[in-house]
């Protein structure tokens, strides 16, 4: 159980233009999601978190115009990146909390983002 | 604030030797703590928590941790290594309250060597 999915796994885009990355739990409503960022061999950065319905919480320094994220339904939430530049390429992971089991975050498996 | 420290950042043991990754912490109350793993390109998976309770916590594949609150420490350990635990290991730390949220250290990376 608690299996959160990310589409796609991959990306290409060339620079200037937007991309969707999905995240997904699977066998539970996620009321909180969370996004991060990390950066070859370097740790993981929280950008924001998103509760179901409800606007998200960036953490200090993400830009909120350029990652948009969306939370719209408990098993759904969506990071978009807009007008995309190099310098977004990343391993973009996701997360999910339920009521269930508050303390713990269930990790999707990334979506890597090139920007050419 | 909370942070952790992850001191070492790349490990090299033989296999079948014993591991030990250390990881220290900041937090004002007792928090909680997780040790994740991450093969190159995956997401993470969870190895072990603690929570409250038995300081020596059990994790999955031959995993464990013991959390010392006198050294704010969360040392992962295991008695034997195998080449498949090869990858990058995260201790990470989450608040009570205030959304749970985590924070990371930055990575040990472990080699195994035959």
């Known amino acids: 159980g608690a299996v959160v999915s990310q589409h796609p796994s991959r990306v290409i885009c060339k620079s200037g233009t937007s991309v969707k990355i999905e995240c997904r739990s699977l066998?539970?409503?996620?009321?909180?999601m969370f996004w991060y960022r990390q950066f070859p061999k370097q740790s993981l950065m929280l950008m924001a978190t998103?509760?179901?319905?409800?606007?998200?919480?960036?953490e200090q320094g993400v830009e909120k115009d350029k990652f948009l994220i969306n939370h719209a339904s408990l098993t759904l939430s969506t990071l978009t990146v807009t007008s995309a530049h190099p310098e977004d390429s990343s391993f973009y992971i996701c997360?999910?909390?339920?009521?269930?089991?508050?303390?713990?975050?269930?990790f999707g498996p990334g979506t890597r983002l090139t920007v050419l | 604030a909370q942070s952790v420290t992850q001191p070492d950042i790349h490990i090299t043991v033989s296999e079948g030797a014993s591991l030990e990754l250390r990881c220290n912490y900041s937090y004002g109350a007792t928090p909680y703590l997780f040790w994740y793993v991450q093969s190159p390109g995956q997401g993470l998976q969870l190895l072990l928590k603690y929570f409250s309770g038995d300081t020596l916590v059990q994790g999955i594949k031959g995993f464990e941790a013991e959390f010392k609150r006198s050294q704010s420490s969360f040392n992962l350990r295991k008695p034997s290594v195998h080449w498949s635990d090869a990858a990058e290991y995260f201790c990470a730390v989450g608040a009570r309250g205030g959304g749970n949220k985590l924070t990371f250290g930055t990575g040990t990376q472990l080699k195994v060597e035959l």
């Open positions: 997360s999910a909390r339920t009521d269930r089991y508050y303390n713990e975050q269930f």
């Open positions: 998103s509760n179901e319905g409800s606007k998200a919480t960036y």
């Open positions: 066998d539970f409503q996620a009321t909180t």
